[in-house]
């Protein structure tokens, strides 16, 4: 069994990512199942095969702890781990080719918080894992922010200890100059460059260093049209077999 | 005046930083307000000059708008744009030395919408600004976290254009021996790689590059002892002189 964390800041289109590349791994006829671990989502375009509010529920939080929106999510989030051998044992029932995660709305709660970090190894075990950091299309337009997002999914792949695959999503909301424009920066770290204009040293070398881990890295898909899962699925499928390397040894889970 | 933007992962500490570094800074006679711009917090120990909650309150939102936890965390901090320009009227009437500015508990909502940004813009104008960004100590100890907080903090340097002074917060949590270890780590990228064991070669270099830039500027401090704030004041005034590149010409207020 494989295991793909769908990962992005709030509104990066993570659960419409989950859902679409369901349907094109079931296409490929790949058993595909589909972990929810949001406890605070509120509609789920697909049904899922395990879901963590049947656990902890956001909603019910809030109002049995008598919380503010922002604590109730923090403690939603850190709840999960108090359930942790029973969504370990309802997981372990899940048989498919492809297991994928559909993270927490906010990427912060679930990586830079314990819990996160610590279901996901609970999850993936000694699988196979990685993870697909969605690109905001609105945000990756701007180049000051597109070197933010490097940086955000680099951290994100120290702290989760995922191989991570770079997409760009919901390219059906640019135009065709600027998805071109975006795509030239994750090619050349000049072009990035002169569209950044004054730079200090130390960011020139971090935005060479930036574009040169990433490869064939930058993903373009629109999970709206259904364009681009050819490719993340070759990348996947790349990336899985070892073609990336891992951060470190084997995962060990520690719970 | 001066403007010091308080940043850090929930759970980091920032709303304890604002009230104690407005305490140190009035011992040294310098005129200093605090800005709110967390419309979801619960609870504030100090005064604020300016409360983004007057204008938009989370807990409202979601009563008025029948939305759930983080769809109401998220069109609270979306709302606060629709009244810029209130807000800059008022804000506009502070004078002091330094104006500290408390961010939403979420670095996320803040950093990588556009509003956060944008806000942030029109708040400091063509002053002169910072921000601090706090380290969890709690995270910070274990070394993979370590380096994925330095890239989160200057992924956050990037998208708010902002000067950034890194401040390890909270280290009456640590152990003489677990702080050393991390001061260690922020002093020399062998340090660390030596911690972190099996290491790719990018994230070998990419290491080695974060600590280099990182210069004198991993500041231990604990709001909690009140321990630190001379070293963090004197690192304040230093980037304010202009001893750090500003990433940009002039900050441009779109608004």
Redesign the interface.
């Known amino acids: 069994m494989y295991y793909v964390f769908i990962l992005g800041?709030?509104?990066s289109g993570k659960t419409t990512m989950t859902k679409n590349l369901q349907d094109y791994l079931l296409d490929q006829e790949m058993d595909t199942a589909i972990i929810n671990l949001?406890p605070?989502?509120?509609h789920l375009p697909y049904t899922p095969d395990f879901d963590v509010r049947d656990y902890v529920d956001?909603?019910e939080v809030?109002d049995n702890y008598q919380l503010?929106?922002?604590?109730?999510?923090?403690a939603s989030i850190d709840l999960i781990l108090t359930r942790a051998s029973e969504i370990k044992s309802d997981i372990d029932q899940i048989e498919a080719n492809y297991v994928l995660i559909d993270t927490p709305?906010?990427?912060?709660?679930f990586?830079?918080?314990?819990t996160g970090r610590l279901i996901s190894k609970l999850i993936r075990g000694n699988n196979k894992a990685l993870g697909l950091f969605l690109f905001?299309s609105?945000?990756a337009k701007e180049a000051?922010?597109f070197?933010?997002?490097l940086?955000?999914s680099?951290?994100?792949k120290?702290?989760l200890?995922l191989p991570i695959i770079n997409v760009l999503n919901k390219v059906d909301l640019l135009t065709d100059k600027e998805l071109e424009q975006i795509l030239g920066w994750g090619e050349s770290a000049e072009n990035l460059i002169d569209e950044l204009?004054?730079?200090?040293e130390?960011?020139l070398?971090?935005i060479n260093?930036l574009i040169?881990?990433l490869s064939s890295n930058l993903i373009p898909v629109s999970s709206e049209k259904g364009s681009g899962f050819d490719e993340l699925y070759a990348e996947i499928q790349r990336v899985l077999a070892g073609g990336e390397?891992y951060?470190?040894?084997e995962p060990n889970p520690k719970l």
């Open positions: 800041t709030a509104g949001d605070a989502v509120e956001a909603y809030m503010g929106p922002n604590s109730a999510l923090i709305g906010q990427i912060e709660l990586a830079y918080r314990e905001d609105f945000l000051r922010s070197v933010s997002l940086l955000l680099s951290s994100i120290f702290r200890e204009g004054k730079v200090d130390y960011s070398e971090l260093l040169e881990s390397d951060l470190t040894e």
